[in-house]
């Protein structure tokens, strides 16, 4: 059982880095080319290079901020119904008596939301433990100077592992199987 969770989480992470962070290029990378061009398309010299490039790595962490929370909530659909480990997780109908095969994303919605508190408050629960690691280990100037997305993005992956072995319990919608 502890295999199927680990090769859950590990195929989730993976999933999530990969959609959330190449969705992020490439909405930075457009957003800096519809600044180039609204600038009236200027010669490209290595200050124009260096100009258009600290653009988008301004915009690559808020984009990300925001594909971030879209990648949790496509990425939740494909955790069901894949046989890991001779388990699977099964999203059930709201009378819980069939299980859905083809999931969709308005079937998500209810333990989405469901799934997503339990993630805040397991995020929460990491930066305050991080917190007071940072206090007591490092140079503690203000309360979260350390914090960005790129810390964020830590807490998440590591409380989707934590998220999966609580989600079952928490939600009657979600059940585990042996396939």
């Not at 258009?52 to 949790?72: A, K, R």
């Not at 508190?117 to 100077?145: K, P, Q």
């Amino acid at each position: 059982m502890n295999s199927f969770f680990l090769f859950l989480w590990l195929k989730w992470a993976f999933r999530l880095t990969l959609s959330s962070l190449l969705l992020a290029i490439i909405i930075s990378i457009i957003i800096s080319l519809f600044i180039y061009i609204k600038q009236g398309t200027p010669a490209l010299n290595e200050e124009v290079l260096q100009a258009l490039q600290d653009i988008t790595f301004f915009w690559f962490p808020i984009i990300w901020s925001m594909t971030l929370l879209l990648s949790l909530f496509r990425g939740l659909k494909y955790i069901f119904n894949n046989c890991i480990h001779n388990y699977k997780l099964e999203l059930l109908t709201c009378k819980l008596d069939e299980t859905i095969e083809v999931i969709g994303y308005g079937d998500l919605i209810k333990v989405w939301r469901k799934w997503f508190m339990l993630m805040i408050w397991l995020v929460a629960g990491h930066m305050i433990i991080a917190l007071a690691l940072s206090r007591f280990v490092g140079e503690y100037e203000s309360v979260f100077s350390w914090f960005d997305i790129y810390y964020l993005f830590a807490f998440v992956l590591s409380s989707g592992y934590f998220s999966f072995l609580l989600l079952a319990n928490r939600c009657k919608r979600v059940k585990i199987v042996k396939c």
